[in-house]
């Protein structure tokens, strides 16, 4: 008896832990460190502060595989910067392929598209345009570049937000990678943290299932301390190039003029 409750207490548990796997969102959380990006479609050293994130959540839950993407976000007092790495064996004709970001300043989630709620396409070829349901515009995109690699695309941009920098340093945001084959046919689209094969509504339709970002606060960079015993003396200064060098030659010297003296 005991050990036909024990099986029905572990099948009991093994549903429950699928039920919360199915019904479960990714509830994904980027931390953008405080940097300032110099928008030439180069990474910097600043970006290194940075993590990338991967955008691989097919919209269909099927994976194609033919192209990948991730980024990374900075901020500082005054904009958001991106960078966007996607390889793409397709590479479409015109705008077929293109990253997607999308903004819930005032974090309103199941509002469909407040007044703060924006959904921007940086297309391939440098051109951005904005989506039916979106209260920003283009001119939030305050510089962008493309730069073409070896299988895909380097995509390096700032915008500047609605409402600036929030105060509270938090805001939701999306992702998406749309990939069309070299016909400019639909491959497949994918997401960050919405999920729509999962129930989740579509980013385009609604903020609700966005993600999070939070703005990290500017960190003083550290300074390497010198150890005790390679400090100069306090009230005292190191000594300069010119300064050691004249002592050198004072040594010459006194040696010169004593072996000049012990030959007479």
């Known amino acids: 008896m005991k050990k036909i409750l024990s099986l029905l207490v572990v099948a009991v548990l093994m549903l429950g832990m699928m039920s919360v796997s199915v019904s479960a969102t990714r509830d994904l959380v980027y931390t953008a460190p405080f940097a300032t990006a110099v928008v030439d479609g180069v990474m910097e050293d600043a970006w290194t502060t940075a993590e990338w994130t991967n955008i691989d959540l097919p919209h269909d ?29 397709t590479v479409a004709e015109g705008n077929g392929d293109g990253f997607e970001i999308y903004f819930d300043e005032d974090c309103c989630a199941d509002v469909a598209y407040c007044d703060v ?49 929030p105060a509270s ?68 200064a190191a000594p300069s190039t010119a300064d050691a060098g004249i002592v050198v030659a004072a040594v010459v010297m006194a040696a010169a003029a004593a072996v000049v003296c012990k030959k007479h």
């Not at 033919?66 to 990374?72: F, Y």
């Not at 958001?80 to 064996?89: K, S």
């Not at 690699?149 to 915008?159: A, I, N």
């Not at 990939?179 to 579509?202: I, M």
């Open 61 to 89: 839950g099927t994976k194609d595989d033919v192209s990948s993407a991730r980024a990374r976000i900075m901020h500082d007092d005054q904009y958001l910067y991106y960078l966007v790495e996607a390889t793409d064996a």
């Open 117 to 165: 709620s924006t959904q921007l396409v940086m297309h391939l070829d440098g051109q951005v345009t904005k989506g039916a349901n979106s209260l920003g515009d283009v001119d939030m995109v305050k510089e962008y570049v493309v730069t073409t690699t070896s299988d895909g695309y380097l995509l390096e941009f700032k915008v500047e937000l609605l409402n600036g920098i």
């Open 169 to 236: 340093k938090t805001l939701n945001i999306e992702f998406m990678y749309n990939n069309n084959d070299e016909a400019g046919g639909f491959l497949g689209a994918d997401r960050w943290n919405v999920d729509t094969n999962a129930g989740d509504t579509a980013p385009w339709q609604a903020p609700e299932c966005f993600g999070k970002l939070v703005l990290a606060d500017y960190v003083e960079p550290e300074v390497e301390d010198v150890p005790a015993d390679e400090a100069p003396a306090e009230g005292t």
